[in-house]
């Protein structure tokens, strides 16, 4: 029997501004490090647009080691609907066993529709920032980064 948990290692938790829009033909990203192999999904407050009546979109989420990368490590599509629901909202891919301290870079662009993300608009962030179409920004997005356990990280 499996048993998996979750543990929350790095964050930058303040999600009070409105940092970005992601919308047609603009991609917006957030470069982070992680703290421990396993890195398995990032947790981010977004709200859909309130300009926009028809929510039917689709967020495309992408991750990269780093924003100059071509080809991502994995991709998650979220429908706007599910955004609407859930504050924040749990991007999971699967397991990255890279090495702590290894960079990643996630990748949020939609062509149904906008999507607001939230954040701060100051670098608060130490090990990151914010990218709007791979040009950094001042800023970071609000997240949490989340790590898969098996039975042999448990018992140590």
Known sequence: MDVFLCRILRFQ???SHIVGTIKKEEAFGQSFKIRQTGFDGIRVWLQVSNDKTE??????C?????????APLSVVQIPFTEIEKKFPIKIKFPPQFDIP??????EFSSSDGEILI???????????R?????HPLVGDIGF???????PVDILG
Not at 101 to 106: K, L, N, R, S
């Open 130 to 134: 914010a990218f709007m179409n791979r």
């Open 13 to 15: 938790e303040f999600r």
């Open 101 to 106: 301290g290894q960079d990643y870079y996630i």
């Open 62 to 70: 992408k991750l990269f080691h780093k924003p100059g990368d071509s």
């Open 55 to 60: 929510n039917q979109g689709v967020l495309d």
């Open 144 to 150: 949490r980064t989340s790590y898969h356990y098996g």
């Open 118 to 128: 939230l954040g701060r608009l100051e670098d608060a962030y130490p090990d990151g």
